[in-house]
């Protein structure tokens, strides 16, 4: 049968546990059954309110009510490091049902599974005092609370997270906080509580990476301004979307910093890769989404063009082919990450958290991009999904770092083997050097059938 | 510590059982300890001969001797398919040798295992009468004969493998072939005994894939002959070669025909999926040598331009990481495709076998052409290995098909979920309808923010 | 002194008169320095009106009055072809200057020259009757009223136009039409009076280029319903609008039909020729604003990241390359059809429109993607025009039928040569044939250094 | 009528003269019925020669005779630079023949317009003294001999030339050479007889670009030894070659400098320009070339797949129409450099040059790609010219330095602009400001529909 459970590669199929296999299914039947029509309903409710940014549209709440049901809630959490508080699945079970999430706009929330709240819960979960899991980590994981994690700035290059300057300075026993950030991502719903805000701690110690804090911000807290909503490519992601906070003299007591002083990339680093394969995951979703969509137009018998449907076309043919091939290969890259996690743990995924970073959303957008040329004007409009969906796998090839960063990390990494490689090379030419003395041939004689001067050698 | 089975990506490496890692660790050390550096002797070798096509260089048959006293024989023979003759390993374990032996000219016919010897060891094996085995299968498993299969013509168009017209027509007791063939790689070479040709049986029968036959013709029989080799991108290949042969009243016995008249479809389908995991696994070897090289070359201190080292411009170092990046992606795909064929067999493998087959060679040539640049001239000339493998990688992306005519046939596949796919979003939209109606939302109202017409629903 | 009269590609420059040098640069002073301070202000008039489609932010005005007085009005009718009514410049002159109306969202329109007006003038300019001219074209040249022209509809592939379905009843001596149009761009202004309709007059006429005819339809006539307006990837584009429009029963006098019975093709044909022209120049120009957005962002003092400007990285400079590159390489070929309807007609420049059309978009699309990825999150919102730029040009890629149906046409006309080149390759064939029997050389010698079969001459 | 005066794009075709537009059809005329059937029988002689190096094919001055009763000789040499030597053509004009010409591997030699004497001509032409011209200048204009520049070194990184080490050392009234060279294209032919060496002069002087000094170096001259000869992709292009030679003691007199020590750069700078229109223009006609041949083949009746001519499969009607439309843009590109040169000089045409080094051989490379993948296998074999043209044009991407460094170069002088525009759009933000507080609108309103924060005024 065709089911979610049966299409996953057979590459990792036997890493899946039945239990994961079995809600891996109820995931797909429930975001494509329920959450995708509610998408169409939620966005009604919110259009039609008085205020986008204040409303609530009721139909979320009735989605999470038939998620706790099935059993749907706090998939993310993986049970290799969060036993206790686990739902029971792995980063890799877990990623794919990631994809599946990733086919509606309400199906993470709906789950409990939904960013930045999956970072932030995993960051308290990991390092919070008792004291802030019972205040804070509790009302996140049952899902009446959301949180928001305030990291990039406007005055700097945030791609560079060193350069954050949010001022953290520590009077009497309360730390006082002054500065501006953006892209706080959550900051607009009337939900949002509670705010991780990274800020520089120190100006002068040596190491870059030792000079900034995660200080808990309540979201009411006097001096806490939220001036305005970013938009996305024309997007406001009401009533989630995208905040530019102020600062003002924001004062909270010592005890809400999390880890300790000067630990903030310590934090920023673990929270970042399950999320990375979240994200990924879930575009991954989109893609497959906009593939469907795209199918189902181009073999729409009301819109056939020059005597032939669009799918009879071997251009169209060809993006088709295209799309299943890229998504397939970059689902492969991303459940690899996920299983290097589970076994050892972001930092030792470096490496193919970084190649899933870069690669997913560019072919997300691809295909998107296919999908919608292929509907014509009403690709780019509101009758389809996919503008919406672009937009948003857009901002992956920013968010977390822009592409052009991780390149140049995995870049400068690769490059670390430069020593071995060229010592292996030399060994080669060297070995082949007393093959030409062993058996008499000059040593000007060379390579691959040409003359190969003594140079090569 | 850095080996070739500490490399095998993580999501797999369960997979691999402790002797596959044990001899694969074996085979690294062969291919880059003995192989490469007898490959530049071996070329000097061929050079230096009277006639490149009459050349038989020694040192081949040393690198035959080490390797079968390392074990490294046969390894390509699936154990699950052929339990009895088989080395032992799964078509995964295999296509992770088959990586590092791509990285040598020499290796895998120094370890038995190269094309097109193993699709034709497949086909004689698996289809082939006890008597056809005797003769021709037993001399080519201990390697002391090669052999060649002739499908493709030079009068048609071989993309579409039913506009094969070399005629076989029966006459008494015996098979008498007309016609010509060309791309027949390996009939250069003085061991090269027997060809495995493909002809046309019927002209009439409704269904193009059952009018061809695979005849066995041994390569001294009389009417057979090699009109000329053909080069590639300037390579001529010798004394291997790809031969154009034309077949004047060739005759053989009616016994020469494997497995049955009009089955020829049947043959070659089972013999080129295995064959495209072994060829793309090598090409992925020729891809990371390539970078080893650039590394190499970027990083030598002779060649600072512009004040600095290559390696430290920000583009090469994107080629780095884009290089480490795609041959990951891409070494996936084939990994999942060989698993697939392990768990089914090459028709249940199709889809996943056809992606290997066309990402692959784009992402080799794509990281050798970053390769040759980074070398500048050197790069395009005898001094370095890259232009040979360009050359040996192109073709690739033709052999067995082009990738336009693989690209169709996914494409079409992927297309027939168009009847699903758009019954599950007329079904989501026919839900959202209900929640509009249930929600008292005007049916206006619409998607992601922005108004959706009727027609969306 | 650095001005847009400086920056006339040498190729063309010594056909731009005197007169329009000294206009062109009269534009790019008005564009810079007035319209794009102005663009803002608009937006926020527009923000801040109780309605987004019935607002009439007045800075508009003020910036048509400035217009006036510079003499920048009805630039974009051609002199050749319009020698009473044309402000005196060609094609090449005005196609200069729509780049640099293209860098301001208001310039268009603040000197008469925006779409889809100027194409429905030069429509009624050309093939209306006196009356029609009185009673519109009056009107447009002033600036007095809008237009709009409804082609593509929802229920059909529009890029196959024939496809088109408004159904046109003559009854008596009116027209009745019934039907949907969609992407009628302007048509939410209530400056917008006067609409030129396609539909289909004739179902069984052979030559389904005959069957569609063009008739001039007052905004305000009865049974005409503006049902919505489209977004284009979340933008509204408001008070112009992307309008979804029903006609029923919507009864026109016979004299209001354009040219006659049956001609809508020929309406069609000759206007899109030049408005291509001005929609890939001005498309130019908003690919020069992002290129300068991107120079101001990479340098600013303020983003530095990994202690360098982003302009020191290598990565960034190649974008800045590649862009300054694309761009002029792109200008030239729209510079060079725009002539070419000068001197012939757009029917005589078919190619080379298409060229521009088709290179034009994507272009434009890669150099904002590129500043819209160097300014991170910012580039994706409100802050810079950055979004709103993209999401214009990727109608582009749509607009005038989408890119895939030009490429066919081209590639069919350029595959009309098919007879003429294979006779030429058979001719040089022939006499290599002569001269190797003139030189006694072998027959199968070849090509190139290498062997070259019979089959080759 | 189709020819090529006829094909010259609109543009520029006032530019060219009534001398230049017949003498461009004769070309044409020349290289299609005389010199590509000539390339045939040239390299069935070459290559039944005893060496590949030391034949002379008679075919080829069966062609300069032809050439030079046609008029046909020395038209590289602009009207405008050189009044007394040259046949009379501008570097346009010259550049459209040379389009025609590299359609033909003999050609240019025929003609006398082949590098890389064109070059060597024009730097004696220039900067050489009376004698200079007098004992090498007539020969190479009469075609009598040729000559070879030695610039590239194996030993440093040559694509920044002020790496470069041949030592020049003043010994007495001679100059002494040691050093090593390569890529010495034409090195390997008899008729070589003067080469153009570049070396280092000084080591200490501060301007790394006043170091280096041409010298003539006879051939012959004692000391001077050709190691080998480099291949490209395979290719040897034996008997023209690209040497690899080393200088012991080479000892010249001192009257043999060109121009004066130190001043090599100057040399090489006035060398490039044009030179590079050349190079431009012939990779265009190899493109053309390839798109010839590519639709024949898909054409070609013989070859259907899938019961369809090639051409009727919609993606080779992409590839046609993409590769119809690059060409076409490439070409524009080259012809506007051309025109700058000829107006201003090299120096002046900086930025033009350098656009048409980088766009015109990646886009020639995709042409000749798309050609022999349309081809199948014999794409890549000798059977057609596909190959060699192919290997040809990738060397154009290395030769007179890398794309990527003239990129950087180019993006550099791009970037020169970030004063200007940074202030023009400062200058736009603080108009903006005025216009809010003159419309009364509040500060923090914004663009394009959407909210605007102070930050961006």
């Given at each position: 049968m065709d089911c979610a459970s049966s299409r996953i590669p057979i590459i990792c199929r036997d890493r899946v546990s039945r239990k994961a296999l079995e809600y891996l299914d109820i995931v797909e039947k429930f975001v494509e059954e329920e959450c995708i029509p509610a998408d169409y309903a939620w966005s009604a409710q919110l259009d039609g309110a008085s205020s986008r940014w204040e409303a609530h549209p009721t139909i979320?709440?009735?989605?999470?009510?038939?998620?706790?049901?099935?059993?749907?809630w706090n998939m993310f959490l993986p049970k290799a490091h969060f036993p206790t508080i686990s739902a029971g699945?792995?980063?890799?079970?877990?990623?794919?049902?990631?994809?599946?999430?990733?086919k509606s706009v309400l199906a993470s929330e709906a789950t409990n599974c939904s960013a930045p709240d999956t970072g932030n819960m995993e960051v308290i979960a990991r390092y919070g005092s008792a004291a802030q899991q019972n205040e804070w980590l509790e009302p996140l994981l049952e899902g009446r609370i959301r949180s928001a994690f305030l990291m990039t700035e406007?005055?700097?290059?945030?791609?560079?997270?060193?350069?954050?300057?949010?001022?953290?300075?520590?009077?009497?026993?309360?730390?006082?906080l002054n500065g501006s950030k953006w892209w706080s991502s959550g900051a607009g719903e009337p939900s949002c509580k509670i705010f991780l805000v990274m800020g520089r701690h120190f100006q002068n110690s040596k190491d870059p990476y030792k000079q900034h804090s995660v200080i808990l911000?309540?979201?009411?807290?006097?001096?806490?301004k939220i001036e305005r909503m970013l938009s996305v490519m024309g997007f406001d992601d009401a009533p989630h979307g995208h905040g530019h906070i102020t600062f003002s003299n924001v004062r909270v007591p010592v005890s809400n910093i999390v880890l300790g002083e000067g630990r903030g990339f310590e934090i920023i680093q673990g929270r970042l890769g399950p999320g990375r394969i979240h994200h990924a995951m879930r575009s991954i979703g989109a893609a497959e989404k906009a593939l469907e969509w795209m199918l189902m137009r181009v073999n729409d018998p009301a819109k056939r063009t020059f005597g032939r449907q669009l799918s009879e076309h071997g251009v169209i043919i060809d993006w088709i082919a295209r799309s299943r091939?890229?998504?397939?290969?970059?689902?492969?890259?991303v459940l690899n990450a996920a299983i290097k996690i589970d076994e050892l743990n972001a930092k030792g995924a470096l490496r193919e958290i970084a190649e899933a970073k870069v690669l997913v959303p560019t072919m997300t957008l691809t295909v998107i991009d296919r999908a919608m040329q292929s509907f014509g004007g009403a690709g780019l409009s509101q009758d389809t999904p996919l503008a919406a969906m672009w937009a948003n796998a857009r901002t992956l090839r920013i968010v977390d770092g822009p592409d052009e960063v991780h390149l140049q990390q995995m870049g400068r990494n690769e490059n670390k083997r430069r020593e071995s490689v060229t010592a292996k090379i030399k060994m080669q030419k060297a070995k082949a050097q007393a093959l030409f003395m062993e058996h008499n041939l000059p040593a000007s004689r060379g390579f691959l059938g040409n003359g190969m001067l003594k140079s090569m050698l």
């Open positions: 979320l709440n009735d989605l999470k009510d038939k998620a706790r049901k099935l059993g749907l699945f792995s980063n890799l079970e877990y990623g794919l049902m990631a994809e599946y999430l990733g406007p005055d700097v290059a945030s791609s560079d997270a060193s350069n954050m300057q949010m001022k953290i300075e520590k009077i009497g026993d309360e730390y006082v911000v309540p979201a009411n807290t006097p001096g806490v091939m890229e998504i397939d290969a970059s689902r492969l890259v």
